[in-house]
């Protein structure tokens, strides 16, 4: 069965560039979940879309946007990086945007800043 | 103090021994999940509840919503569970986000 996918796996950045990371959600979910994991660190919510509208935030930084297409896809775009940044991002999709629905979780973009 | 809390952090077992991680919450939740993530790698989900008790192979978890609690429990542990198992809940009212527990790393020996 078809998963969640995220893009890139990995990727290495430098201080004060820019990095967009993709998620692809699981055919037929609507809405996609983001989530940031420092080292050592509980995942920690970002931010939600359902039906390509935001359905909640969570304690994403300014610099961080994000978006979800007509596809469902979603993107989040995060400017002037930081070293605190470093972390694993998490994508997680269900198929609708109740409380009752699973979420399945893409296998994540680390992501280095140095 | 966290909303959700997780025991034990660390759990080392031999294989074939009976695991349980428990977890408490302190919100009102509309679902609750366990989750696990092996070493570096992604997360997968292994069961969502809102009540009772859920099996799925060597894996049984369940909750207990008047006493805010879940267990998670392995049955014949093998090398192969050695990974972090996470407790996420989704919070009561309009919000999908989860709020994850701090996890349980388990080690099963052979």
């Known amino acids: 069965a078809a998963g969640v996918i995220q893009s890139p796996r990995h990727l290495i950045k430098e201080k004060r560039e820019t990095a967009t990371l993709k998620c692809y959600p699981i055919?037929?979910?609507?809405?996609v979940y983001w989530y940031q994991q420092g080292p050592g660190q509980d995942p920690q919510f970002l931010i939600s879309?359902?039906?390509?509208?935001?359905?909640d935030k969570g304690s994403i930084p300014d610099r961080f946007s994000a978006q979800q297409f007509s596809d469902y896809h979603s993107e989040l775009n995060m400017s002037s990086l930081e070293l605190g940044d470093s972390a694993l991002y998490f994508c997680?999709?269900?198929?609708?945007?109740?409380?009752?629905?699973?979420?399945?979780f893409g296998p994540g973009t680390r992501l280095t800043v140095l | 103090k966290n909303e959700v809390e997780q025991s034990p952090q660390n759990l080392t077992a031999q294989e074939g021994e009976f695991i349980t991680i428990n977890c408490s919450y302190s919100?009102?939740?509309?679902?609750l999940h366990w989750l696990q993530q092996h070493p570096g790698g992604g997360i997968v989900s292994l069961f969502m509840?809102?009540?009772g008790k859920k099996k799925h192979g060597r894996l049984i978890a369940t909750i207990n919503i008047q006493e805010k609690h879940s267990s998670l429990h392995i049955t014949a542990s093998h090398p192969r569970d050695s990974a972090v198992y996470i407790c996420?809940?989704?919070?009561?009212?309009?919000?999908?986000?989860?709020?994850f527990g701090t996890g349980t790393l388990l080690a099963v020996q052979p």
């Open positions: 997680a999709s269900s198929s609708t945007g109740r409380a009752a629905d699973t979420q399945y």
């Open positions: 055919p037929r979910h609507d809405t």
């Open positions: 879309f359902y039906e390509k509208m935001q359905s």
């Open positions: 919100v009102g939740i509309s679902a």
């Open positions: 509840l809102s009540s």
């Open positions: 996420a809940v989704r919070k009561g009212g309009a919000t999908n986000k989860l709020i």
